[in-house]
Nanobody
Framework: VQLQASGGGLVQPGGSLRLSCAASGNILSINDMAWYHQAPGKQRELVAI???????TYTDSVKGRFTISRDNAKKTAYLQMDSLKAEDTAVYYC???????????????WGQGTQVTVSS
């Protein structure tokens, strides 16, 4: 099982980016999917999470600006980031809790990070 994150880049303040996180491999089901970010010198923090039924939770700093969604058929989660600020600059990581035939029960997987830089 692998998670592949993409969509990061350099954007000006006020701009938008859309991150994608695609799961692949021998997957039975995917439970929660989430995005975290880690700024230089800081701990990794939860940004947003979406359950298998579509319920969402956001950290306060991104409410009203970021939207997490998922396409279960494509095994992909998205993070639409609007009205970006300099303080959103970080490496963004996707995470998913996945059931696969090779593990007994669910396991947490991480994708590789994708850099988001907000700067003029």
């Amino acid at each position: 099982v692998q998670l592949q994150a993409s969509g990061g880049g350099l954007v000006q303040p006020g701009g938008s980016l859309r991150l994608s996180c695609a799961a692949s491999g021998n997957i039975l089901s995917i439970n929660d999917m989430a995005w975290y970010h880690q700024a230089p010198g800081k701990q990794r923090e939860l940004v947003a999470i979406i359950t298998s039924t579509g319920s969402t939770t956001y950290t306060d700093s991104v409410k009203g600006r970021f939207t997490i969604s998922r396409d279960n058929a494509k095994k992909t989660a998205y993070l639409q980031m609007d009205s970006l600020k300099a303080e959103d600059t970080a490496v963004y990581y996707c995470n998913a809790v996945i059931n696969s035939p090779r593990t007994a029960g669910s396991r947490s997987y991480w994708g590789q990070g994708t850099q988001v830089t907000v700067s003029s």
